[in-house]
């Protein structure tokens, strides 16, 4: 017998706008350890990252299979500094690397989950397309039009409560909307989150992954209920439905 899901087993984890870049052998700076990675991003102190070399070689002291984490971050100069670890000593580049066929990557790597989510919403429409002709053999009942389904479309939402905390990720989410550059936010909405050593186990969970353009926020502030903040967002492309437990 089917059993009918709770809305407890739901979540929302999300990947911040703004969080992906490009750069070359020119922008690296061993003497400061830096690269310019791209201004006016939305990487934050600890975020972790991951590199791709790009058919090239990475700079000495990056690998394309090891995560680092942002030391330190310049929104106007583009500049980042990196560590192994959360919060540890800076990152040791020691060579540019060498450039390959198209740019080195950086981009934000995991997920992460939006702790102090009310609820979420997503929904799927098909464009109708009119098909109906004229000229055919009336009967005693009315013509009726025709159609055809078109091309579909997609918009979601997710109720956030605002807190004092401005360094988690609702706080980001919130503050993604505004963000000049919003390219890479992503979504990961769960129905059904199954967890294995905390994260979901996508083998087991159900959910809905989209790239997508946020387009709103509307803040709610009344004396009888908590403060939200309701967060609107379209897909860019199309979702990736996984509704079925392997």
């Known amino acids: 017998m089917a059993t ?14 703004g969080t992906s870049g490009t750069f070359k052998a ?34 000495a002291g990056l690998s394309a299979s090891t995560d680092v984490f942002i030391k330190t971050y310049t929104a106007s100069t583009g500049v980042a500094t990196f560590s192994a670890t959360a919060g540890g000593t800076e990152l040791s580049i020691t060579d540019d690397g060498t450039d390959g066929t198209s740019d080195f990557t950086i981009k934000f790597t995991d997920f992460q989950s939006v702790a102090n989510v009310r609820s979420w919403s997503f929904e799927v429409t098909r464009e ?36 004092d905390d401005d360094t988690g990720i609702s706080a980001r989410l919130i503050e ?16 059904d989150t199954v967890l294995s050593s905390g994260t979901p186990d996508d083998t ?11 387009t709103s926020a509307s803040f709610s ?24 437990k392997s």
């Open 26 to 59: 020119a922008d690296v700076t061993n003497a400061s350890n830096s690269i310019n990675v791209g201004t006016f991003l939305n990487f934050k102190v600890d975020d972790k990252v991951s590199f791709t070399a790009g058919g090239g070689t990475l700079p």
């Open 4 to 17: 009918v899901l709770s809305g407890t087993s739901g979540a929302l984890y999300y990947k911040p706008a």
């Open 221 to 244: 502030v009344t004396p009888d209920d908590a403060q939200t903040v309701s967060v609107s967002f379209r897909p860019t492309s199309a979702p990736t439905f996984d509704f079925s």
């Open 128 to 163: 109708e397309i009119d098909t109906t002709s004229i000229g055919g053999t009336l009967g005693q009942t009315a013509p009726f039009r025709t159609f055809i389904s078109g091309f579909a479309d997609g918009s979601g939402s997710a109720e956030v409560y605002f807190t």
């Open 176 to 191: 993604d909307v505004t963000q000049r550059k919003q390219a890479g936010a992503t979504f990961k909405l769960y129905m």
């Open 204 to 214: 087991k969970s159900r959910s809905i992954e989209l790239e997508a353009v946020l």
